[in-house]
């Protein structure tokens, strides 16, 4: 094995353990997704094939190219929303990861026009001031499933996530990026948990939120910390699977 293939060898080690990571957080159920691009050929990712992501393996690992179509003619179904990931990496060079997905606590801030996600605490900085929302019906109407199904709709997202690190889409989940995999799924995972404290703090009153200075300090001390995260997470993910299986 050459140094390249070692190289997507680990990457889709460490892809799979996101799938699974996601899963044991709460953040991904039956439903949602999490890509990578590719190590060695940055106009092409790699994405499972459709199914519930506590359950992918290694040979599930499907490449793609930025059109979302999988170059090697896989035969096996592919994800609808594929092109969230293709449209984004084709927007943003700076991001190689992206999570899609429906965690519960981030829906409520996608359809209540009065409440915007901001990092209430130190660990979602990397919120930053503010969250934009994706409304689907200024690009296709009123009557669609609310799905990102082709290339168009993709791109679309993607000139709404702008340079944020998090778009949610209304109604729907979120999509959140990182410039590598693990950094995407810490993300994933604190703008969940920042959802839950921040409607639990809008219950009791006015809510002191971080300010731009204080998320950008507290996002730089934890990007040095997060692998003290994700091996937690990835031994409750392994436990948890270890216990099923």
Not at 40 to 68: H, N
Not at 84 to 100: F, L, Q
Not at 207 to 215: C, F, G, K, R
Request: proline letters at 3%.
């Amino acid at each position: 094995m050459d140094n390249s293939d070692e190289r997507i060898a680990g990457q889709v080690k460490e892809l799979v353990a996101a799938n699974h990571v996601l899963f044991a957080r709460g953040v991904v159920d039956g439903f949602g997704h999490v890509s990578v691009r590719h190590a060695i050929d940055p106009a092409r990712f790699l994405l499972s094939r459709s199914m519930a992501p506590a359950l992918v393996a290694s040979g599930d690992i499907l490449t793609y190219d930025l059109e979302g179509r999988e170059v090697r003619d896989d035969t096996r179904p592919s994800y609808i929303e594929r092109f969230i990931h293709s449209e984004v990496y084709r927007a943003r060079p700076d991001v190689m990861a992206v999570v899609h997905s429906h965690s519960p606590a981030v829906i409520p801030f996608s359809v209540v026009k009065s409440a915007t996600i901001r990092p209430v605490y130190h660990l979602a900085g990397f919120l930053g001031e503010s969250t934009p929302v994706y409304e689907i019906r200024e690009d296709a109407g009123d009557s669609t499933d609310l799905l990102i199904r082709d290339s168009r709709l993709g791109a679309a997202l993607s000139r709404c996530l702008k340079q944020h690190v998090a778009v949610l889409l209304r109604g729907h989940g979120s999509t959140v990026v990182g410039e590598n995999l693990r950094q995407a799924v810490f993300r994933a995972v604190y703008l969940e948990m920042n959802a839950r404290i921040q409607a639990d703090a809008l219950q009791l009153g006015e809510v002191t939120y971080l300010t731009a200075e204080e998320a950008a300090a507290a996002a730089i001390t934890n990007e040095r910390q997060m692998d003290r995260a994700w091996d937690l997470w990835l031994w409750e993910a392994e436990r948890h699977r270890s216990i099923y299986t």
